[in-house]
Nanobody, 120 residues
């Protein structure tokens, strides 16, 4: 079965950092790539970052490039999202997902999400 469990969200002030973690089941982590998405209140879910299983392919949304870093730990079946210089507009529920085959920015299986709130 595919299981994804996010953690690490919280309330921070603008300029601070958070690190999100996504613990994946063996089947989930064996997928070609995994990514992070987010959904702000009243908005559509959007792509944030993706990493291939090997780590050789990494892509970011323009809005987070240079501030967020995605990484994975194959030994722990875990994907991370290090978020620095957070802004109020980063406030959203963040979701971890396996990436649909043939794409780099479409999620397939999803976690339950973790809330990130950035105050100004």
């Amino acid at each position: 079965q595919v299981h994804l469990v996010e953690s690490g969200g919280g309330l921070v002030q603008a300029g601070e950092s958070l690190r999100l973690s996504c613990a994946a089941s063996e089947r989930a982590f064996s997928s070609r790539a995994m990514g992070w998405f987010r959904q702000a209140a009243g908005k559509a879910r959007e792509f944030v970052a993706v990493i291939s299983r090997s780590g050789d392919n990494i892509y970011y949304a323009e809005s987070v490039r240079g501030r967020f870093t995605i990484s994975n730990d194959n030994a722990k079946n875990t994907v991370y999202l290090q978020m620095n210089s957070l802004k109020p507009e980063d406030t959203a529920v963040y979701y971890c997902a396996t990436i649909k085959y043939g794409t780099w920015r479409e999620g397939d299986y999803w976690g339950q999400g973790t809330q990130v709130t950035v105050s100004s």
